[in-house]
């Protein structure tokens, strides 16, 4: 009996050895992980591409930050003349009839390349705007409180002036006496 057992066992025994080593053999068969990485990100068609960057704009004294659309239908950033700004320009001031109300500043803000002087008229002692005087712009307290302004402006300077008195006051380029305008304070 015990010789007949023996190599049964041993068949078997050999059969399962082989049997694991086949099995064993299996997992070695990697997935394929190809099929997770196909997803394909096709650029978007970029329609602002045109369109210059906005940027945010600290505009000067007198000058509001606004928004245009050029031809392009892009929103560009411009600087846009307050509500109580003029503007002199080499051929005068611009609006020159300003109407404000009783306690409203008014910018001068000079975009000509030459120097200006905003100042009440009449040329060249500046007495009709009530307390106005060319003669206190001598005192640096005094020369505060005048319509004047008691010095040619450079490019892009800005000079600013509260008007309280009711009426319709003139002034005139000091520089150029020709120049006028006239604002109504209501
Ligand atoms: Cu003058």
Same mark, same amino acid.
């Given at each position: ?13 050999l ?8 099995? /064993?053999?299996?997992? $070695?068969?990697t997935?394929?992980?190809t ?10 068609? $970029?329609?602002?591409a045109?369109?210059? !960057?906005?940027?945010?704009l600290?505009c000067?004294? /007198? ?7 050029d031809?392009n239908?892009?929103e560009i950033?411009?600087?846009q003349p /307050?509500?109580? $700004? ?5 051929? /005068? %001031?611009s ?5 404000i ?5 008014v ?8 120097p ?14 009530? @307390?106005?005087d ?5 005192? !640096?307290?005094? =020369?505060? =409180? ?5 010095k ?8 600013? %002036?509260?008007l309280d008195e009711? @009426? ?12 006028t @305008?006239?604002v109504?304070?209501?």
């Amino acid at each position: 009996m015990k010789k007949a057992i023996l190599p049964i066992l041993l068949i078997a025994a050999l059969v399962l050895v082989s049997g694991c080593t086949q099995g /064993g053999q299996k997992p $070695t068969t990697t997935p394929s992980p190809t099929q997770t990485a196909t997803t394909t990100t096709s650029p978007t068609p $970029t329609t602002t591409a045109t369109c210059p !960057p906005r940027i945010l704009l600290k505009c000067d004294t /007198g000058y509001l930050p606004g928004v245009e659309t050029d031809k392009n239908g892009c929103e560009i950033d411009t600087c846009q003349p /307050g509500k109580n $700004t003029v503007e002199v320009t080499s051929s /005068g %001031f611009s609006p020159s009839n300003l109407k404000i109300l009783s306690g409203e500043k008014v910018v001068f803000v000079n975009v000509d390349t030459s120097p200006h002087w905003p100042a009440s008229v009449v040329h060249p002692t500046h007495k009709v705007y009530p @307390g106005s005087d060319i003669s206190k712009c001598s005192d !640096p307290v005094e =020369k505060t =409180k005048i319509f004047d302004a008691c010095k040619g402006l450079e490019k892009q300077e800005s000079w600013s %002036f509260i008007l309280d008195e009711k @009426g319709t006051w003139k002034y005139h380029d000091h520089l150029n006496p020709g120049s006028t @305008g006239t604002v109504v304070v209501e």
